[in-house]
């Protein structure tokens, strides 16, 4: 129920609402120390109305900083590859479900996350404990258990819009909270 509300509600923005959104997100979440010290992040490419990352992806990378982009496995597990500017993607649909933009090129295997110093996650609401509410995939689940699994300690960052930080998510037993949130108007941290 959840999920569809805030769907619905990112639908309704406009492509204007949705590049200044971006841009201010780039600023803040570039502002973060985290991405300061950075020499590698876990990023993704987002699609349809979610908060933009290209013009942050772009950013890092002009920092000297590897930007590993997800690419869907038929499992819904993600494989990694790095980005090397916007001409580095392809459009890929995946069965029934969005199209995403992932990575040409040299696949780095699922483990290839545990290497980066930041993961920047997607999702659709946070709330004041830093619980995350994900699309449901379970993609993102398995990439913070493989992380848990090797010991990797990445600073954890959700990028979404203002009104998606809520006060109450729900939650399972495996989930673990994000570090901050990145939002057009700020940084939030947790814990």
Known sequence: ????????????????????????????????PELAHARTVAAYVSVGSEPGTLALLDALRERGVRVLLPALLPDNDLDWGAYAGEGSLARIQHGGRMALFEPVGERLGPDAVTEADVVLLPGLAVDGRGMRLGRGGGSYDRVLARLERAAARPALVVLLYDAEVVPHVPAEAHDRPVDAVVTPSGVRRFG
Do not use: S, W
């Not at 769907?7 to 502002?31: C, G, K, Q, S």
């Open 1 to 32: 129920m959840l999920r569809r509300e805030l769907l619905a509600v990112r639908n309704t923005l406009t492509t204007d609402d949705m590049r200044e959104a971006a841009a201010a997100l780039a600023e803040h979440a570039l502002e973060l």
